[in-house]
Nanobody
């Protein structure tokens, strides 16, 4: 099994920044792509960003000009940096991981492993 634990999040003012971290443990060999999804109140969970072990990355259109994703393979960690946050970025952010190295598959199918989520609230 793979365990994913997120950190970061909290209350952010509009126009502010966030940095989320996620560390993977357990059967690390099972995973290739790691990334982030989010779920806003009353909405479906949506893809935010993914990065595979080779460093190729994919970002949702809604965030590609404001967010970036990075990874530290040596520490089994993935990071999400968001700038110029908007109210519509308010959501629970979930770290996710999957055996696939194909970013399109990570975006379109339900990843195998999930963290418990961390709340990000963008408000004055």
């Amino acid at each position: 099994q793979v365990q994913l634990v997120e950190s970061g999040g909290g209350l952010v003012q509009p126009g502010g920044s966030l940095r989320l971290s996620c560390v993977a443990s357990g059967d690390i060999f099972r995973i290739n792509t790691m990334g982030w999804y989010r779920q806003a109140p009353g909405k479906q969970r949506e893809f935010v960003a993914g990065i595979n072990r080779s460093g190729s990355l994919d970002l949702a259109d809604s965030v590609e000009d404001r967010f970036t994703i990075s990874r530290d393979n040596a520490r089994n960690m993935v990071f999400l940096q968001g700038d110029f946050l908007k109210a519509e970025d308010t959501a629970v952010y979930y770290c996710a991981a999957d055996p696939t190295r194909r970013l399109v598959d990570f975006r379109l199918k339900h990843p195998d492993y999930w963290g418990q989520g961390t709340q990000v609230t963008v408000s004055v």
